[in-house]
Each structure stands twice: as C-alpha cells, then as structure tokens.
C-alpha cells in the first residue's frame, strides 16, 4: 500500500461543509495531522517558517556533497498505526531500517548495546517529511507571528505582517515554548503548554578525511559533554565518505547555549576524541543550535484541543518524545477534531 493511504484513508471521508484548518509547523506532528485530516475531508494548510517540511527530522547539505542528519538520528516503531506508515515507507524506499553497530562510548571503552530495530529516513531523515507532505497544501518560509479571532474564525498573520487568512480550526504543531503565543486566544491551553519544558542541543555535522577507528556507527556517550555520535554515512542510501554527528548532552548545550556555532564546533570535535581516546582531527565541522530539541519531560496529554474555540496543539512534548511520539499526538489531534 503507497505510504501516504495508511493516513489518507483512516478515517471515514465526509461530505458537506466542513471547518477551514491552519496548521502551524511542518514537523512530524502537524504533517500527520494535516495528513489524516485532508483524507478525511477537510481543508487543511500547512504553514512552516522552514525551508522546507520536516522540523526536526532535518537533513543538511556537507560541503562535499553529502548531507547529515542533524536532528532525528533514526526513530523506532512501537504502535501498529506508525508500524503500518515505516513499512510502507520502506516498501517506497523512503526509509530503511538502519543496521549500524550501536552501543556505548565511555573514554574509549564500547559497550554494544541490545539489538534493536531502528529506521531512518532515505537519502536523509527528511525523506519522510516530504513523503508525508506530498500532496498537501503546504507553504514553506513563512512564520506565523499572530492568531486572532475574527467572529467565529482565527485569522493568522505572520511575523512580517502579511495576512495568511481565516480558518474555523487552528493547530499549533510546534515545541511547546513556541506554541504558547500561539495558543494566547485559549489561555488555558497556553498555560498548559508553558508548563512543558524542553531541552536544548548542540549537534555539529564533522566530516573527516579517513574512517574513524572504532567499532561502532552510533554510540550514546557517557562521561562527556557528548550524549551521542553517529557514523552518518553508516547509514542506508548515503553519499559515501566519512561524517559524523555529534550531539552536545543537555547539560552542556544548556550550559553552552549562547556560544556560537565556532566556538561550538571544535569543542565538541574535541569532546569526540575524548570520547574516542584519542585525538581526532575534522576537515569540516559545522555547529547547529536546537533550542527546542526534546521534550524533558513531555506532558501526558496526548494533544491539547479546546473543541469550543477550536484551537489546538501537538507534538513530542504532548505525548512522547521522539518521532513516533510526535505522530501519535498529530493522529490523536486529527481524531479529536474530526470527531468534533
Ligand atoms: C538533536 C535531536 C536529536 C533527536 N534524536 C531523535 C532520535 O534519534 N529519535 C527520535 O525518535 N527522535 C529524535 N529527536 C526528536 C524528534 O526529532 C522530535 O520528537 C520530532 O521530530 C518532533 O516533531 P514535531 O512535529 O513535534 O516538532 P518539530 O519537528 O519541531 O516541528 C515543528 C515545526 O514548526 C515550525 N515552526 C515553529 N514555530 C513556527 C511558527 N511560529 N510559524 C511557522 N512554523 C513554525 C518549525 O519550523 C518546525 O518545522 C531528536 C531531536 C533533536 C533536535
């Protein structure tokens, strides 16, 4: 079955005039959402201030050719629905299950850790934002700055003042601090949101000139100011070579987050040979600044909706970090709005 029926057809498709609904943030949340909302009916538009869909699930261009995944390293699929979606995608060659040696890298020491199945994206993870995205009225380079209500719609307005027009139902699918402004017309909501904490990370895309000496492609980091490095190139449908990326722990890049990107970029690089034993060497080193990278913790809602207002929020920090967690709050989101 194509990947995009699994959503397109999970709910009954209705007739007669339904609400107009803006959706805020490409990411995996708001693409899921808009996803199952289009099949059933609806009018849905996507409004995201990236360059393309995606969010967090990020793919970035190396100065060779390649690309890393900067954001998302890979995602697990735990529930039948997101089950049915990756095997799909994987029969459409969009994923691919990643079959990297992973463990633990403590100053030089690997642990291999328990075997599991882990996905990504092919070429890069933001391969399944665009497949979720194709088909969708969705417009890229804009950010909504203001939601306001106009009779018994919202009117959204961007942050360079121009008019992105009314909808009945509004979404926020972006990391909760974002979302708050958003929500100001359902206060409640935007109370609940402000409570969600999210985590900040440093990632630095590294390419080298020779493999990296060690047994494994991705490994979590203990006693470092690195929680985890990736072999990117391990991965399935890469443009060969040898690039890493390496994600600063929430400690550090809360501690760090004002630094910038240079000062960012060889610290980490060093925290890698650390991590390694030994030193190592990059001929390219980029730092990238998530502010909003995980939830910590997320809250246990599933997703927020006031069916009055018809205003409404999803993502990782509702009902479970990481990307599968983000698909299940943009599903669980669309149910209760159809069904209102
Ligand atoms: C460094 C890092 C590593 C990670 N590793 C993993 C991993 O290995 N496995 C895993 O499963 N998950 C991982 N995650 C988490 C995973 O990426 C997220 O859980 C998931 O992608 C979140 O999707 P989302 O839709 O909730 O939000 P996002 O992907 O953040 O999407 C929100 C979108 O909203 C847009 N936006 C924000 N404000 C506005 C506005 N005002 N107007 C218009 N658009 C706006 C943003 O541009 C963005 O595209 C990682 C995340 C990071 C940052």
Redesign the pocket.
């Known amino acids: 079955m194509p990947a995009s029926r699994v959503l397109d057809e999970l709910l009954p498709r209705r007739s007669g005039p339904l609400p107009r609904v803006a959706v805020?943030?490409?990411?995996?949340?708001?693409l899921a959402l808009a996803r199952v909302l289009t099949g059933a009916g609806f009018g849905v538009r996507v409004?995201?201030?990236?360059r393309g869909?995606?969010?967090?699930?990020s793919t970035r261009r190396s100065a060779e050719g390649g690309s890393f995944d900067?954001?998302?390293?890979?995602?697990?699929a735990r529930e039948p629905l997101f089950r049915a979606l990756v095997d799909a995608w994987v029969a459409d060659g969009v994923a691919a299950e990643w079959r990297g040696r992973i463990g633990t890298l403590t100053r030089g020491a690997v642990t291999p850790a328990k075997a599991s199945v882990r996905y990504v994206g092919v070429p890069g993870m933001s391969a399944v934002a665009k497949a979720l995205a194709d088909g969708l009225d969705v417009r890229t380079g804009?950010?909504?700055?203001r939601v306001a209500r106009e009779g018994l719609a919202w009117r959204l307005t961007s942050e360079t003042g121009e008019d992105l027009g009314l909808a009945e139902v509004v979404v926020a699918?972006?990391?909760a601090p974002?979302a708050v402004p958003?929500l100001a017309g359902a206060p409640t909501l935007a109370a609940q949101a402000g409570t969600a904490r999210m985590s900040p990370?440093w990632?630095v895309m590294a390419r080298f000139d020779a493999p990296v000496a060690v047994e494994l492609d991705g490994a979590f980091v203990e006693d470092s100011a690195l929680s985890w490095v990736a072999r990117d190139t391990s991965k399935p449908g890469r443009v060969p070579g040898e690039r890493w990326v390496l994600?600063g722990s929430p400690e550090f890049s809360a501690a760090h987050l004002e630094e910038t990107p240079e000062a960012m970029a060889p610290r980490l690089v060093e925290a890698f040979g650390q991590a390694l034993g030994r030193d190592v060497r990059a001929v390219e080193a980029v730092a990238h600044r998530?502010r909003?990278?995980?939830p910590s913790p997320p809250l246990e809602a599933s997703a927020l909706y006031d069916a009055g207002l018809r205003l409404g929020a999803c993502?990782?920090?509702c009902a479970g970090?990481?990307?599968?967690?983000?698909f299940l709050?943009?599903v669980a989101l669309a149910r209760r709005i159809a069904a209102s």
């Open positions: 805020i943030g490409a990411g995996m949340s708001g409004l995201d201030t990236g869909p995606g969010g967090r699930l900067h954001g998302a390293q890979y995602f697990t804009v950010r909504v700055e699918a972006v990391p974002q958003l990370c990632a994600h998530w909003f990278a995980m993502g990782d920090w970090p990481r990307v599968e967690g983000a709050s943009g």
